[in-house]
C-alpha cells in the first residue's frame, strides 16, 4: 500500500480562504444594490478611479461620484444591519 498523499487546499494557495471569503461575502452586498450603485461599487472594488469608470461607462464622473457615495451608503447600512444580526 502507498502513502496517502496530504490533502490539499482547493485555492492555489492556503492563505487564500480569507481573501476568497472577502469576495464571495461582498456579493450578496452588491446584489442589494441598484444596478448603476452595483456597477460603480464592483468597478471601484476592482481599483477604477471615478473618471476611469466615467470613461468606461460613457457618463458624467459626477454621477459616477454620486453613484459611488449612494453605494457606499448602502454598503455601510448592509454592513451595520449584518452586525447587529451576529
Known amino acids: 500500500m502507498g502513502d496517502l498523499p496530504e490533502p490539499s487546499s482547493l485555492l492555489p494557495r492556503p492563505d487564500a480562504i480569507a481573501e476568497w471569503e472577502a469576495r464571495y461575502d461582498v456579493l450578496p452586498l452588491l446584489q442589494s444594490l441598484p444596478m448603476k450603485q452595483r456597477q460603480v461599487m464592483a468597478w471601484t472594488l476592482a481599483g477604477f478611479t ?28 448592509y454592513l451595520t444591519a449584518r452586525e447587529e444580526e451576529q
Do not use: C, K, M
Open 50 to 77: 471615478p473618471a476611469d469608470i466615467a470613461d468606461q461607462l460613457g457618463e458624467p464622473a459626477a454621477n459616477v461620484r454620486a453613484n459611488l457615495r449612494l453605494a457606499r451608503r448602502a454598503a455601510a447600512a
